[in-house]
C-alpha cells in the first residue's frame, strides 16, 4: 500500500505526521474530532496525562465501532431475511400464475367441449 498524502494534524496539542491514502481534508476532520474529545477529556479529567485521556478516547471509540459491527451484522442478516423471503413469495407467485394459466385453458377445453 503506498501511502500518497502526509497530513500534518495537531491532537492534544501535540502535533503529528500521519502517512496516509485518504483525502487530507478528510483525514483532518478526523483528528479535529479526535482533539476535541481529547480536550475535554483533559479538562473533565482528574489529573489524566495526555497519554490517558488518548487511551480513553481510543476505547470509546473501539465500543463505538464494535456495537456498531453488530448492528451492521444484525441488519445484514435480517435484510437476508427479507431477500429470502421476498425470493419465495416470488417463486410462490410465479407457480400461482402457472396454475392459473393451467386452469383457463382447462376452462377454455372444458367450454370447447360443453359447446360440442
Known amino acids: 500500500m503506498k501511502f500518497d498524502n502526509k497530513v500534518k494534524v495537531e491532537i492534544g496539542g501535540r502535533g503529528y505526521i500521519l502517512n496516509t491514502t485518504e ?7 478526523i483528528a479535529e474530532e479526535i482533539d476535541a474529545q481529547v480536550r475535554e477529556l483533559l479538562l473533565k479529567g482528574n489529573n489524566l496525562s ?3 485521556a488518548l487511551v480513553l478516547c481510543v476505547l470509546g471509540y473501539c465500543d463505538y465501532y ?5 448492528n451492521t451484522d444484525n441488519m445484514r442478516a435480517q435484510l437476508k431475511e427479507y431477500l429470502d423471503e421476498a425470493e419465495k413469495c ?5 407457480a400461482a400464475k402457472r396454475k ?10 372444458l367450454k370447447a367441449e360443453k359447446a360440442e
Open 23 to 29: 483525502d487530507e481534508e478528510y483525514v483532518r476532520s
Open 100 to 109: 392459473i394459466q393451467r386452469l383457463q385453458k382447462e376452462i377454455e377445453k
Open 50 to 52: 495526555l497519554n490517558e
Open 90 to 94: 416470488r417463486s410462490e407467485t410465479e
Open 66 to 70: 464494535k456495537k456498531e459491527r453488530a
